[in-house]
Each structure stands twice: as C-alpha cells, then as structure tokens.
C-alpha cells in the first residue's frame, strides 16, 4: 500500500510510530521484541503502512505509554470551558 492511499488516520499512526522510530535504534527494538535488526527494518520499509492502515481498519489509535486520554465527553466539556473563557476574555 502506498503511504498517498493511506487515510489521515492511518498516516497519522505511521507518523507517529516513524517518529519514535526515529528516536531509537533498529537494533534496540529488535532486541526487545526478540528478533534480528534487518526484520525491523524491513518492517518498517515494507509493512508499516499496511499495519497502521489494519489498525485504521479496527478503530484503533496509537498513543504514547502514560498519556492520559480523554472521553469524548471530557473533551467536549474541554471545548466548551474554553470557548467560555474566550468570550469573557473577549468582552
């Protein structure tokens, strides 16, 4: 799958996981996961889109260990504290 047939969600996912990717080496994942280097590297180069776009598939997302989500009520309750806040400050 090419990364232009990916939906935002998807590529959204694949940035992320590239991004902390960045930050480490192949060498340290694989150790991890319990595999040789060459598989996380390749794939990386050849399966990630696909993966991320499996995930988009099942409605999952992909977040940082420890980041604290949001209900979609909590969210909204959010937005509507600031858009409050805006208005005062506004007048």
Same mark, same amino acid.
């Given at each position: 799958?090419?990364?232009?047939? *990916?939906? %935002?969600? =998807?590529? %959204?996912? =694949?940035?992320?996981?590239?991004?902390?990717? +960045?930050?480490? %080496? $192949?060498? &340290?994942?694989?150790?991890? /996961?319990? #595999?040789?280097?060459?598989?996380?590297?390749? @794939?990386?180069?050849?399966?990630?889109?696909? @993966?991320? =776009?499996? *995930?988009? @598939?099942?409605?999952?997302?992909? +977040?940082?260990? !420890?980041?604290?989500? *949001?209900? $979609? +009520?909590?969210?909204?309750? *959010?937005?509507?504290?600031?858009?409050? !806040? /805006? &208005? #005062?400050?506004? %007048?």
């Amino acid at each position: 799958m090419a990364r232009n047939e *990916l939906s %935002k969600a =998807a590529m %959204k996912i =694949a940035d992320l996981i590239r991004q902390r990717a +960045s930050e480490t %080496k $192949d060498s &340290q994942a694989a150790e991890y /996961v319990g #595999v040789d280097a060459s598989t996380i590297c390749r @794939f990386k180069a050849e399966h990630l889109d696909k @993966f991320c =776009a499996y *995930l988009d @598939f099942l409605g999952l997302e992909v +977040s940082e260990k !420890g980041l604290n989500r *949001l209900t $979609d +009520s909590e969210l909204d309750a *959010l937005k509507l504290l600031a858009e409050k !806040g /805006v &208005q #005062v400050i506004g %007048k």
